[in-house]
């Protein structure tokens, strides 16, 4: 997929030229970057002063070549924001409205109503009024709306940023399900880190209408301009997991990482072998030089530090641990323990600082 | 209360005239009330501001200016009149009358609603295949309906209540071009103070229907 264009805004002029190739390439930045004016661009909703797009091998728009493809025919399943499910349609409808397209789009296999149906698990919801769904449902079906419409591309608007948290964690296994299932590239716009590092494999991570950096999400947000850019709360440790064994009683789960390691994490009744993603703040883990003892932490691992970068008085230091840890210090903590490239450490964390997904 | 036959003449002849005129406007006020919403093109506040004229113009005005134009004397009314159409002191210019002068009305009330409207839908629409004219018939009006509908009552009442442009161009000639309003007119320079009392009735309790309505409707619309 090719991506260059500029298009004037309010305070700034959007200036992006990037090519990628991605199942699922999420667009990370903050509030007010451009993000969704991107998406729009490419769904065509919007006017490029200058530039070219093109997927899948067909040029979408190229001013050069004075191609402007309309929105209608550009084949692009856009899920907005805010969902834009029409209100006066029953949730059939809606989903349905966009399934006339399929016969002028040629793909090798068509996607039918009933698979969308069931991976997003709203056959029970078909006949409601749109309005009288709750805001996980209405994000689902206005997914199945995109997806039914047999589009090449996927543009999903920040899908989880009107949810609550709970509601968070039921919806991003689905946005999982639909990049396995339906095999249409997707753009994800997001401005939450874990969702990116969650669904991601390929990061774009944009700033005042330009390009920061891009890359697979773990190494691209390792960068000092990607670091800078995330918010506080949100530097996370994300990892595939696989069971090993659960203990109710106990109130914990051991879970393998992939490169081997054991861990602890709050109790999850899921069957040996089930594989899930879990996920730890870089500001719960905390770093010892010698081996601790007598304290309440579940998971003590041995590693070493491969690099430390430094800004504002913080230090996000790699630690590699069979995987790679980040934990976020303070310029002070490093200082005092001596902390060096190679510097051999333990991390210490609470079975309880663990979320999964 | 009984009514003459005279007075249900009038009153019907009011009703099914303001009726046709508002059926004949609606079309293009939709159509028009829909480009004044959505589309942008040079000089488009000029033909705002002529649209909206016959609201703010003396109706006696609007009334000569149409007599002007209709008349046997114009291009338009001489071509009308050789093909049998006459426009004039008859109930065609009734409706004429009406239907300019409720034009306004309709085109303004419609536009408020078509702006309510979030593009986003007509958007999100078009990314999906729709073409125009689908996504103005299936998402467009259906959300739109209830200002619409409100319009076209606005619309009609103002029909009902057409006086000085009708006059001009149609004339009050009892039994053939006078509505309501002349009506009353002509009773209270006639004397005839009760049947103009009955007819006020009818008026006053029409114009709280319709402008009911059409509040209610325009209530509802803004809470969905």
Redesign the interface.
Known sequence: MLLRCRIPLAHFELDIDVSFDARLASIFGPSGSGKTTLLDAIAGLRDITAGEIEIDGSTLFSSARGINRPPRERGIGYVPQEGALFPHLSVRKNILFGAGRSADISRSKKISVEHVLGVLEIGSLLDRPVTKLSGGEAQRVALARAILSQPRLLLLDEPLASLDIGLKEKILPYLARVRDEFKIPMIYVTHNLTEVLTLADWVLMIRQGRLVTQGVPKEALRSMHAIMQIPEEQFENVFTVTFVESDPEAGRTKVRLQAGRELFIPYLPRPRNNTIQIRISADDILVAIKPPEGISAGNILPGTVRRIDMIDGQAMVTVAAGDEFYARLTVSAVKRLGLVEKTPVFLIMKTRSFRSL | MILSVETWQITLFSLSVGLASTLLILPFGIALAWLFARKEWPLKSVLETIVLLPLVMPPVSTGLILLKIFGRRSPVGQWLYERGVEIVFNWKGVLIAMAVMSFPLLVRSVRTSFSEV?P??E?????????SLRIFFV?TI??AYKGIIAGALLAFSRALGEFGATILLAGNIPGKTQTLSLAIYSFVQLGKDSEAYTLLGITVALAFLFVWCSEWLLRSAKK?
């Open positions: 979030n986003r839908f958007q999100i629409a078009t990314t999906l295949g729709a073409s998402i259906p959300l969905a």
